[in-house]
């Protein structure tokens, strides 16, 4: 006989990946700001908080002008990619959780949907928080900044909202007897019709 993961598993799991997601997508923000000499005007050259690029402090400055006067070109820092790869897990390990928790209560079809939706808007965060970040470098400090933390965080609003809704639901449906009584008596009358249905051809082709 097989044995079944506890139902208890994918319940962990999803709370997990749900405050993985949280970190990930928050984490970027409190990047330490870190200084070095920069221009004989401008004392400071930063390395944005979003861990993108470096450019002296004074207004909102584009990209080319802080390079130009010697503030270095874009570049990824290590917590940006960190915090990108966990928010990956964090949604692979959700969607697992989610898509598990369906099979055990025998209900793959609205786990399914689930999946599918915290995986488009997780997808969408991505594509926000990528041509923001872009815009950033493009576009200098004011119009950037609201584009990707602006942006970043209208997508983390859904998402969180769904990651705190899915289990629920999933839970609400899962645990009606009624629902998977009707389930499987669906499921048994098809077989039953298609024995009918292949007795009556086995008549037909005996007469």
């Known amino acids: 006989m097989r044995r079944r993961l506890p139902e208890s598993l994918p319940e962990y799991l999803f709370h997990v990946s749900f405050l993985l997601g949280v970190v990930a997508l928050c984490t970027p923000y409190w990047v330490v700001i870190k200084s070095t000499p920069c221009g004989p005007d401008l004392p ?8 993108l690029w470096q450019y002296c402090v004074r207004g909102a400055i584009p990209s080319t002008d802080a390079a130009a006067i010697g503030c270095g070109m874009p570049q990824w820092s290590n917590t940006m990619i960190g915090a990108r790869v966990t928010l990956l897990v964090s949604t692979a390990l959700g969607m697992g959780a989610i898509f598990v928790h369906s099979r055990l209560k025998y209900d793959w079809i609205l786990g399914t949907i689930c999946v599918l939706l915290h995986g488009i808007l997780a997808l969408a965060c991505l594509l926000t928080w990528h041509f923001g970040y872009r ?58 019709g298609k ?11 005996g007469a």
């Open 44 to 51: 400071k050259c930063h390395t944005d908080y979003l861990g």
């Open 135 to 192: 815009n950033f470098v493009q576009h200098g400090v004011s119009s950037g900044t609201y584009t990707a933390w602006g942006w970043s965080l209208w997508l983390l609003v859904p998402v969180v909202v769904l990651d705190l809704a899915i289990m629920p639901v999933v839970a609400f449906f899962a645990a009606d007897d009624d629902y998977i009584a009707k389930g499987i008596a669906f499921r048994q009358s098809a077989q039953v």
């Open 195 to 205: 024995m009918k249905k292949s007795g009556s051809n086995m008549q037909l082709l």
